[in-house]
């Protein structure tokens, strides 16, 4: 019988002959910690990591994202306690200037097709996006990774799913991601390894998939895999030999198709990311504030599609527009390429790269009411703040934020 | 701590109105207000201090007894104190007929032991019966009746016998053969 493409990962991190239900050890090629629970993994390694905490200073490193400068006090004395434990054992950190961890390991070229990643972010399985394992875990499991390099995890059941067909023009990976929770929910893939294939997976780019990848967790699913394509592999310059894929006899527990021929941009209404609807049936919803950024629309593309949008426009009177790049590499080029300018010239203010709005309120939380589309993943109550926040992809934010009410991308072309 | 395979003890079998009680979550477990307490002993008095029907669980559970509950018991967040509030009052083990993927893990690395039972009939077991729990096999038997569960993973019987996961490490010699 053969293996779905995360039983081979598995396989080829020692985890041998496994399938769904076996309990197996895993090596770990990147062993991260945020600034987020990093504090407690070094408490955990000061209490039980004896004289060496850490196996292989090569592999294991700190990724600052979620509070970046920090703007609390405990943050900033977690993220001080991280940096001194890591000069101590010679670790390296990417500080608060660097961008989201899980952007950052797939650009620093760590997290490739094939290879395993755990880290204290609970959206770390979007590495998925390139057809490796991730998966966020709790401080005493990281500490145990720094320490041995392993962790144990009981192998998922794998579900192959297709997406079928081609989605209408200015419709989105973030689109496509809807549409998948829009037909799954929250439990259908509870528990789950995901494969994607079909037309759209084989041609998506690298972006395109992190937006993907990066809504599994809304999902349920333990990760959502997506074999890598051309691009991707371009990308890391590999061959298909390189990357590991699922054998042509692979067995899943269920296969499902999804039509995705001719979709529309869609919207996932408050307070919850399944709650799916065409814009069409949203009447005249009117926006206090847009966000563009976060792990799911952050990348150079996510912000370069924004800026062509807004080129020559204006945020409508009484809307703000915060935008926040995934990394400090996308910024740079960003600000080299003059798109900053045209986002700034719209109205839009622009802060420095990391989890932004999507994490502590750094760039700002919503009050009582207030109705704000986000790129981000989570809409749930309460997590940016008292307001209402609607996901959406690039296209229908830069058009909610020209319009001041939600809106499509089709409507924007009609505004000079 | 006990590292033994096979537990002897008093079942305590949690129930609502159709059978056995499910989606017994975190914060019925170990309520959120409790957070802050760290010490391991302070825990025992929250246990099911928030569950409908067995807020009086602390202060009439006896060390010995084992939990026995229905579908997903322990999803929710990802606490570790609705794992140490068990430990602290000496209960043995909790048996189930599903955990919560975090509660699982927060479980095995804490070397507490539980034992899933998919599929376990409602009624097939007695509250306060005695029972014999063999971990390795994931058997309970109880007045008469057997009933087999999961085994326990190599994986998890190994941590539970060092004792938590990095007692297992240390034993592993830095965890390099694990
Ligand atoms: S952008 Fe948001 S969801 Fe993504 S890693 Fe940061 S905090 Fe988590």
Redesign the interface.
């Known amino acids: 019988m053969g293996r779905t493409l995360l039983e081979n990962i598995f396989a080829s991190h020692g985890g041998n002959d496994c399938s769904a239900g076996d309990v197996v050890w895993i090596d770990i090629d990147n062993r991260t910690a945020r600034d987020f629970a990093g504090a407690s993994v070094v408490a955990d390694l000061e209490k039980y990591g004896g004289e060496s905490p850490v196996s292989d200073v090569e592999k294991t490193f700190f990724t600052f994202d979620c509070n970046v400068p920090a703007n609390t006090i405990p943050y900033a004395d977690n993220q001080h306690r991280i940096r001194q434990f890591a000069r101590k054992h010679g670790l390296k950190v990417y500080d608060v200037d660097a961008g989201i961890g899980s952007h950052v390991v797939i650009e620093e070229g760590m997290g490739r097709p094939g290879t395993t990643t755990v880290g204290t972010d609970s959206h770390l399985n979007i590495m998925g996006c390139v057809g490796a394992f991730g998966q966020g875990m709790g401080d005493v499991d990281i500490a145990y990774s720094f320490k041995t390099g392993k962790v144990w995890f009981q192998v998922p059941s794998s579900v192959k799913v297709t997406l079928d067909g081609t989605p209408a023009p200015g419709t989105e990976a973030k689109d496509v991601a809807l549409a998948m929770l829009r037909r799954f929910s929250s439990h259908e893939l509870l528990g789950k390894s995901v494969e994607i294939y079909g037309k759209w997976a084989d041609s998506a780019t690298l972006s395109d998939c992190i937006t993907l990848s990066s809504l599994a967790t809304e999902m349920g699913a333990i990760i959502a895999l997506i074999p890598p394509n051309e691009t991707v592999l371009k990308y890391f310059d590999m061959t298909r030999q390189e990357a590991v894929y699922a054998d042509d006899d692979a067995t899943y527990e269920e296969e499902y198709v999804l039509d995705i021929d001719g979709l529309e941009p869609l919207v996932a209404v408050p307070h919850s990311p399944t709650n799916v609807h065409c814009i069409s049936d949203l009447e005249d919803v009117k926006v206090d504030g847009v966000f563009i950024g976060s792990c799911t629309n952050g990348t150079y593309d996510d912000l370069r599609l924004a800026a062509e949008l807004i080129r020559g426009r204006k945020v409508a009177p009484g809307v703000m527009l915060k935008v926040v790049p995934a990394t400090r590499r996308t910024w740079s080029r960003l600000l080299e390429e003059g798109l900053l300018k045209d986002i700034f010239n719209a109205g839009g203010s622009v802060s420095n790269a990391g989890c932004g709005g999507c994490a502590s309120g750094q760039i700002g939380m919503t009050g009582t009411g207030e109705v704000q589309v986000s790129t981000s993943n989570r809409n749930f109550a309460g997590k940016q703040g008292r307001g209402k926040t609607y996901l959406a992809g690039i296209g229908t934010a830069v058009a909610s934020a020209v319009l001041g009410r939600i809106a499509s991308i089709s409507e924007l072309e009609e505004v000079e | 701590m006990s590292h033994e395979l096979t537990l002897n003890g008093r079942l305590w079998v949690l129930r609502e109105e159709d059978g056995l009680f499910g989606d017994i979550d975190t914060d019925m477990i170990y309520h959120n207000a409790h957070l802050a307490v760290t010490d391991v002993d302070k825990m025992g008095q929250y246990a099911f201090g928030n569950l409908a029907g067995y807020k009086d669980f602390a202060a009439l559970a006896k060390p010995g007894d084992i939990v026995l509950a229905g579908e997903n018991f322990g999803s929710g967040s ?1 606490r ?1 104190h609705a794992v140490d509030c068990f430990r602290a009052l000496g209960v043995l083990a909790v048996a189930a007929k599903s955990f919560g ?2 509660y ?3 479980a ?3 070397g507490f032991p539980i034992v899933e039972l998919p599929g376990l009939p409602d009624s097939l077991f007695n509250h306060f019966s005695d029972a014999v729990l063999d971990l390795e096999n994931g058997v309970l038997t109880s007045g008469g009746t057997t009933y087999q569960g999961l085994p326990m ?4 019987r190994d ?1 539970y016998i060092a004792g938590g ?2 007692e297992y ?2 034993k ?1 010699n ?3 053969s ?1």
């Open positions: 990802s570790q993927a975090i699982k893990r927060n095995i690395n804490s993973s190599t994986v998890a941590i996961l990095f490490a240390e592993m830095g965890g390099n694990a």
